[in-house]
């Protein structure tokens, strides 16, 4: 079956009426039970946009599901986090039959707009990984996680007061640093692997230079690196943030300056020359980024070699 332009979903209670769940106890809460999911194709096999958050914990022996460019599979089980508008779909087979076991839940902006959440929640860097890049959970993360949702369960089922936002949004904030702890674990007990990107990175920024790529499309990108080992972009910058200190950026600008020193060093080539054989359009651009990375200007550090 092929897939169909995508639809925009934009309220908890419309998600509860396609995925065929009762209403919501709350109209922009809801902590709902997977294996209790319609599997209704005709809604599954359309890409979607959320209007809110999703945070998901799940697992499965045969699903997958996806968005962006990747799919992750559930038979491992995980923890994916979906901010707003971000594209969503299942790459299922309909006649199969699939459940995805575990728990999912949405929450609107609006609810957490009024709290320091709301101002804050853009930190959690994780809403914009790849699915392929979903958070597994030991097994005494998962007994934290599925406490915390236990908690906002037992909230969501008791009668509305005027505390009750409160306390919810407490809970999300617990859970979401909670997340943000297990997710530097990963990055810890990955560091082989993490290692081997690390090296990969530092490998395509130096061909990239001497290939001269930098004179004929620019600057390279924290979206094009990531782009050639796989991984989001956010993901490569926490990973590698949590690897060496630096951030993707600043190790494009390690690398920069490193080919910079070469050319001002052993080359006759002006300052102007370097910065555009270098990607840069502007060699004023250049010269601010070299000063504040040696506290020396370009010509400065030629005349030291004098």
Request: glycine share 4%.
């Amino acid at each position: 079956m092929e897939k169909s332009n995508p639809i925009r979903v934009s309220s908890i209670s419309e998600l509860h009426r396609l995925l065929q769940l009762p209403k919501p106890l709350h109209p922009m809460i809801s902590l709902v039970d997977n294996a209790k999911m319609s599997r209704d194709f005709d809604f599954m096999y359309h890409p979607f946009f959320l209007d809110f958050y999703k945070i998901s914990y799940k697992y499965s022996t045969n699903g997958r599901m996806g968005y962006g460019q990747g799919f992750y599979d559930f038979s491992e089980g995980g923890l994916m986090f979906t901010a707003p508008n971000q594209l969503i779909y299942t790459d299922n087979d309909p006649n199969e039959d699939i459940q995805y076991f575990g728990f999912t839940l949405f929450f609107h902006p609006d609810f957490i707009r009024n709290y320091s959440l709301g101002r804050n929640i853009k930190r959690y860097g994780f809403f914009s990984y790849d699915t392929n890049e979903a958070l597994h959970l030991s097994e005494k993360e998962k007994k934290v996680i599925v406490g915390l949702l236990g908690n906002i369960d037992e909230e969501l089922n008791t009668s509305i007061d005027e505390i009750s936002q409160d306390v919810l949004v407490s809970y999300l904030e617990v859970l979401l640093n909670y997340s943000n702890r297990f997710y530097k674990r990963q990055f810890i007990t990955r560091k082989t692997v993490n290692h081997d990107i690390l090296t990969s990175i530092e490998q395509l920024l130096d061909k990239y230079f001497a290939s001269e790529e930098s004179l004929n499309k620019g600057l390279p990108t924290v979206e094009y690196l990531a782009s050639q080992v796989n991984l989001s972009p956010r993901y490569l910058s926490d990973m590698l943030r949590s690897l060496t200190g630096q951030s993707t950026q600043q190790h494009i600008h390690d690398k920069l300056i490193e080919k910079a020193k070469d050319y001002i060093s052993t080359t006759n080539l002006s300052v102007a020359e370097i910065a555009y054989q270098l990607g840069f359009e502007r060699p004023q651009s250049f010269n601010k980024l070299f000063k504040t990375k040696t506290n020396q200007s370009p010509l400065e550090f030629r005349a030291s070699f004098n």
